[in-house]
């Protein structure tokens, strides 16, 4: 088993910025890839980033250039590091972690507004 505890969401401006913060305990031997998803109002999950064990990232087209994950594995912690916030990005981001199974937090609101 593993317990993923989501960290930094909140309310901020158009332009601002947010890091998002995201501890796994547990099992966490067995985790390989872990991410971000999120989740607006009335619309499906959505993939954002994901990174590898190996610290290999991949992004969302929406978010490329402006979000920056990372991954800290002596800390057992993945970082969503969001730059130039839009309207559109609020959302509940979700932490995401695969061993054979998928593992989620309980999610993070972030909100975009002036």
Request: with cysteine; aromatic share 10%; charged share 15%.
């Amino acid at each position: 088993q593993v317990q993923l505890v989501e960290s930094g969401g909140g309310l901020v401006q158009p332009g601002g910025s947010l890091r998002l913060s995201c501890a796994a305990s547990g099992s966490i031997f067995s985790i390989g890839t872990m991410g971000w998803f999120r989740q607006a109002t009335e619309k499906g999950r959505e993939l954002v980033a994901t990174i590898t064990s190996g610290g290999s990232p991949n992004y969302a087209d929406s978010v490329k250039g402006r979000f920056t994950i990372s991954r800290d594995n002596a800390k057992n912690t993945v970082y969503l590091q969001m730059n130039s916030l839009k309207p559109e990005d609020t959302a509940v981001y979700y932490c995401w972690a695969v061993t054979n199974m998928n593992y989620w937090g309980q999610g993070t609101q972030v909100t975009v507004s002036s």
